[in-house]
């Protein structure tokens, strides 16, 4: 099936998609089980009608598919989300909770990601042994990464917000089979211990400044 999909997204010069539809939270999809909503809400893919599919087809868009979607009130409000189905019913959208405030979707190609800095909204982050693998792993849930946003991953039945700092090449990043290189800023409300503090040498954290910690590649 994806073969002769992507022979039809790269057969010519990619033209505009743009839709407006009513958005949902995961939750009000009448065909959502647990884990679909657990999908949804903490990852960074919308569902979208099956006429979006027929649209973006003939389109010659790129793969995999990528969305910028605006607020209409405030157009320098936005995002960019991939897609997990196209199941929606038509003239509906389902977008994760953090998301659901936008409301405009147009298709949006982006660069693969080179580069991510995460700043994590809780000093809960530290407890975690292995941020690397972590990360790793609540990413495959995320097609994109947009500078600003706060997007939040479950970890042990606990939710953590992360702040995207910075993404290379561009403000927002294709994260899709790519090689990026993540940091991580100091959480939100830590306090830098003092020089006679030792770092547990299997925590796989360096600390290198107040600002900037942790380094590694997915």
């Known amino acids: 099936m994806f073969g002769g ?15 407006q539809l009513r958005c949902f939270s995961a939750p009000f999809f009448s065909r959502a089980d647990s884990e679909k909503i657990n999908d949804l809400n903490h990852g960074g893919k919308i569902l979208l009608p099956p006429s979006a599919l027929d649209s973006l087809v003939r389109l010659n868009i790129e793969y995999p598919m990528m969305f910028k979607i605006n607020s209409v ?15 929606a019913e038509e003239g509906r959208c389902y977008l994760p909770s953090w998301v659901r405030d936008f409301v405009r979707i147009t298709y949006s190609s982006l660069p693969s990601a080179t580069y991510a800095k995460f700043k994590p909204q809780s000093t809960d982050f530290l407890a975690i042994s292995n941020p690397r693998a972590m990360l790793e792993v609540e990413l495959r849930k995320f097609a994109c990464l947009t500078k600003g946003d706060i997007i939040a991953v479950q970890y042990n039945d606990q939710l953590l917000e992360f702040l995207v700092m910075e993404v290379k090449p561009g403000n927002a990043v294709a994260i899709i089979e790519c090689d990026m290189n993540v940091e991580f800023d100091a959480p939100e409300g830590y306090v830098e211990p003092s020089s006679s503090t030792e770092t547990a040498s299997n925590s796989k954290v360096v600390f290198l400044s107040s600002t900037s910690y942790y380094s590694s590649v997915i």
């Not at 999909?5 to 839709?19: K, N, V």
């Not at 009130?73 to 199941?87: D, R």
């Open 73 to 87: 009130n405030e157009a320098n409000l936005f995002t960019h989300c991939g897609v997990l189905e196209f199941l």
């Open 5 to 19: 999909l992507e022979g039809m997204l790269f057969g010519g010069p990619i033209r505009p998609f743009d839709m």
